[in-house]
Structure formats: structure tokens, C-alpha cells
Nanobody, 117 residues
């Protein structure tokens, strides 16, 4: 099993910054990658940023240039640095980790990010 615990959410003014952290524990050696999703009420959960075990990254178009995903392998932790935050970034942010054999998604409990405008 893999357990994911997010932290770092909060309330911030538009234009400000936050850094989210996700600590993974358990059978982390089986993971193919980790990422961050976000969701607002009534909307589809969307991928914000992805970091694969090979080090490649992928970002939602609307956050490119503002958000950066990174990881600390020794600590089994992934981060999402969010700069130049906008009101439309307000959402619950979820850490995700996945394995391929067999395929399975693990999810954190979510952390609220609220950006005031």
C-alpha cells in the first residue's frame, strides 16, 4: 500500500505563492510517477502537474510558467511550487501516485488552496 499526505494549502492573495508537499509512505518503490490534481465543486478533476520516475514533467496549459513540480527521492516527497496565483487556481489540490503492474491510483486527502482576488 501507499499512503499520501498533502500539506501546504491555505489562503493567499492573487499574485502570491504557495508550496504544496506530498509525502508518500509504504510501497513507494512500485510507483511509476506522482502528480497533482485539482478539483472545484461541479467540475471535473484535472491534472495540474505530473512527475514520472524518469524525471519527465507535464503541466496543465494554464499553469505552465507559474507552477513547478519537483521531487525529493530520498524523502519520497513531491512538491508543487505555485507562483503568480490567480483566483481561478482556487481548488482542492490532491496528490496522486500510480503504479502500472497492476495499475492503481493512490490519492491523498486533499488540501484546500484559496486565492483571493
Amino acid at each position: 500500500q501507499v499512503r499520501l499526505v498533502e500539506s501546504g494549502g491555505g489562503l493567499v492573495q492573487a499574485g502570491g505563492s504557495l508550496r504544496l508537499s506530498c509525502a508518500a509512505s509504504g510501497s513507494t518503490s512500485s510507483l511509476k510517477g506522482m502528480g497533482w490534481y485539482r478539483q472545484v465543486p461541479g467540475k471535473q478533476r484535472e491534472l495540474v502537474a505530473l512527475l514520472t520516475s524518469g524525471g519527465s514533467t507535464n503541466y496543465l496549459d494554464s499553469v505552465k510558467g507559474r507552477f513547478t513540480i519537483s521531487g525529493d527521492n530520498a524523502k519520497n516527497t513531491v512538491y508543487l511550487q505555485m507562483n503568480s496565483l490567480k483566483a481561478e487556481d482556487t481548488a482542492v489540490y490532491y496528490c496522486n501516485a500510480y503504479r502500472m503492474t497492476p495499475f492503481y491510483n493512490y490519492w491523498g486527502q486533499g488540501t484546500q488552496v484559496t486565492v483571493s482576488s
